[in-house]
């Protein structure tokens, strides 16, 4: 019995399940491809065939990577937000597996749980709650969360480790780490090696529920009877179990599927407002930017999320990425090239045309070069192909430019973000939005 019950607490039921899963998207692939190369044999359009194997890819990799947890699934979260960008007839099916990224995962079993809050909290666990939910809420890649009472009358969420996560973490990462090829061939213009990178590095940090707290209640402090952000209060926290104030609201999944334009520019302008201000205000940036971490609530507020993953800014957002901002929304290409080779986004031995740089930057800066913007995902994915086409002289700067390891984060939390306003197709001021916090970016002749 005690072998079924370690096994049970793997994630999923063992390392060798996660790898057999991955390594089924390039053996797939593979077999796309002899069969793609015979439809070219008998006269298929090339391109045909390619979107056909491109399709076929994308939904075998969302369907694996969904019924996982651990590395694959929390992968599956950052390429979720970039869901947007993909040509429709790539996205739509497999929207919803997105979702489910999103939102959920097969749960622990209740004896698994009891044993992991036995252990962080004591034997006499029970005693601080005055009811707890044997079923989860909700599951994502590291955790589950569950509803239950505190012994103080408040609403509160559990948040429990799942037993062997750091583990997992690190074997799925390695293991996607190979593939990382087949994943361009879904988002062919998206660098997977940084972000790979990047996701490693917050491993330590995510696993570490009392260093997530600390960043939960900085926000929380910075952001207390906000009319705008609401975050959880944190109630306890111990290693592997957080506790935290219970925040009822509507998923922004459900808002971006069902909401009326209203709720999604509400939405849209409420998450702009929090991503602008949380490095001044708190000193760091959430940096887990997607639908499953947001909830709209019912006073119209952005209910923020799990900050395992945070950015931590002490100094608020870092001059470099203020002064490019205000270069290019003063379409000065030259002073925009000059700050990219002193702050290293440039590295000394490349010279590139400094109109082609000022370019590559458009959908940066566009939202901000009018008083009223509407994302959608029919622009991003213009966007995207216009700076992932090879064949396109603008495209190539982005091969040519240095991204130094210290702004990796910040540049994956705009480009999600980016994302879901994409998805929400939010409409708004976000120019003044921004410039109410960054009065210096203001563009010379406004």
């Known amino acids: 019995m005690a072998k079924k019950d370690q096994i049970e607490t793997e994630i999923p039921k063992s390392t060798a399940a996660r790898s057999a899963k991955m390594v089924s998207i390039p ?23 390619i979107t056909d194997i491109q399709e076929k890819t994308a939904e075998q990799l969302f369907k694996v990577l969904g019924e996982l947890k651990g590395g694959a699934m929390k992968f599956g979260q950052a390429l979720s937000v970039f869901e947007a960008a993909l040509p429709e007839n790539i ?22 749980v009891h044993k992991v809050l036995a252990k962080e909290l004591g034997e006499d666990w029970r005693d601080n709650f005055t009811s707890f939910e044997d079923k989860a809420t909700a599951s994502a890649s590291i955790g589950q969360v569950h509803k239950g009472v505190w012994k103080d009358g408040r609403p509160v969420a559990v948040k429990i480790q799942y037993p062997g996560a750091a583990e997992a973490l690190i074997s799925d990462l390695n293991q996607i780490q190979r593939f990382a090829k087949i994943f361009q061939l ?31 209640e900085a926000c929380w402090r910075a952001y207390e009877n906000d ?49 602008f201000t949380a490095p001044e205000r708190a000193g760091l940036l959430h940096a887990d930017p997607h639908p499953g971490n947001f909830r709209l609530l019912a006073d119209g507020r952005i209910g923020v999320l799990d900050f395992g993953a945070c950015n931590r800014l002490p100094n608020g957002f870092p001059e470099p990425f203020k002064n490019l901002l205000k270069h290019a929304l003063d ?18 031995e490349v010279d590139v045309d400094p109109n082609l740089v000022l370019d590559f930057l458009v959908p940066l800066v566009e939202p901000l070069r009018t008083e009223t913007f509407k994302y959608s995902r029919e622009w991003l994915r213009d966007q995207s192909a ?3 086409d090879p064949r396109n002289p603008t495209a190539k700067i982005g091969f040519q430019l240095n991204l130094p390891a210290e702004y990796v984060l910040i540049h994956r939390v705009t480009l999600g973000t980016t994302g879901i306003f994409c998805q929400l197709e939010a409409e708004g001021n976000f120019r003044d939005e921004a410039l109410s916090w960054f009065p210096e970016i203001a563009p010379a002749n406004a």
């Not at 979702?99 to 079993?109: D, N």
């Not at 926290?237 to 334009?261: F, N, R």
Request: charged residues 25%; proline residues 7%; glycine residues 8%.
């Open 386 to 388: 216009r700076v992932g």
């Open 227 to 275: 009319p705008d952000v609401a975050i959880p209060k944190v109630v306890m926290s111990s290693d592997k179990v957080l506790v935290s104030e219970w925040l009822e609201g509507t998923p922004l999944s459900k808002i971006i599927t069902e909401g009326t334009q209203e709720q999604r520019n509400n939405a849209g302008m409420r998450l702009a407002r929090f991503h």
């Open 91 to 112: 996205a739509k099916p497999y929207r919803e597996t997105l979702t489910k990224l999103q939102e959920s995962a097969p749960p622990l079993p209740t004896r698994v």
């Open 186 to 216: 879904v988002l062919p213009g998206l660098d997977m090696k940084p972000l790979l990178e990047e996701l490693r590095a917050r491993i330590i940090e995510e696993v570490d529920y009392k260093y997530e707290a600390e960043a939960q």
């Open 331 to 348: 379409d000065d290409a030259q002073a925009l090239y000059d700050g990219f080779k002193k702050d290293g986004f440039i590295l000394p």
């Open 27 to 49: 053996v797939g692939l593979a077999g796309r491809g002899v069969l793609g190369l015979g439809k070219q044999l008998v006269g298929q359009s090339s391109s045909v065939v």
